[in-house]
């Protein structure tokens, strides 16, 4: 069945997405700031709003919609993979607050726009606490090229792809360091236990980091140059400034707005985070990429799995 689709976010995932709804042949209607459509004609009878909207205007975009006509029916999908620097919400629970009788939808996974765009074959997950809602998601994305699971932990899956950004700069770190592969694996493995300790404190369930939009993301992010996050890592990693690498970045990095709100979550809820400090610290410039890999090869001593 044809739905009408309103797609907030023009950028690199939201222009994706759009298409590949539209080759389902379904009624796109794509918003962003620069457009000639204004929200409220975007939104208006629309059965399903995405956001693709980079984390620093979810809120104001979600406070913008609540103010339009919208349908008491229709589904919110979150496709943003980052922490509100002031709450320290997702964008699923910022949405949830501002529209508490409609069903949300997460959509996450390893998903690099630029080989979805490509026709590359790409599977994702849409989760929600409404299975039928994420059943309408499901049926409106899927494809020979794009596969659609769907999961009822939002939060879990949310969290997977926003924690393997700080990940992912640390990776760039890596490989900009030709730091080798047997570093990489613990990297990535050790960031894995990480983002898992992190998302429990948070409300994920443990085996959803073991899916796509866990492990899933998190070995797509820290393996390939396309990732914007992976980039900073790299070129920090080159003697750049965080400053320069953001000018030149094609995109968002969400990574590193997102380390900064996970050490203020640290701090609070007094979680540890080698890692996320370490990508922390680098972003701050408190220390050089070589000082910030001894002091986590130098920690104490401990058994693998104690968490
Ligand atoms: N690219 C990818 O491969 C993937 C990205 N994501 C996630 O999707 C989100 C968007 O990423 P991506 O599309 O790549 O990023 P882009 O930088 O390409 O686009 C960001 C979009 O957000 C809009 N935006 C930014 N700030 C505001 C604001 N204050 N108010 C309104 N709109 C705003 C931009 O609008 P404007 O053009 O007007 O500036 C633009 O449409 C991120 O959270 C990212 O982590 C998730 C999966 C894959
Ligand atoms: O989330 C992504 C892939 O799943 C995109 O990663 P970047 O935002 O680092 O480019």
Redo the contacts with the bound molecule.
Sequence with gaps: MTKTIAIL??????TTLANLARANDHQVRLW???GDLSLEDVVKNAEIVLS??????VQ??ALSVKSCQISPQTIFVT????LDAKTTRTPSQIWQTEFPDHSVVVL?GP????EISQGLPAATVVASKNTAAAQVVQQVFSSGRFRVYTNSDPVGVELG?TLK?VMAIASGVCDGLHLGTNAKAALVTRGLTEIIRIGKVLGAKTETFYGLSGLGDLLATCNSPLSRNYQVGYQLASGKTLTEILASLP??A?GVNTCQVLMQISQEQNITMPITEQVYRLLETQVTPKQALDELMLRDTKPEYHQ
């Design positions: 976010g023009a950028g690199a995932w939201g962003s700031r620069q693709a909207i980079s984390m620093k205007g104001d975009v496709a943003t993979k980052g996450s998903n690099l726009s630029e792809g950004n995109g968002t969400e």
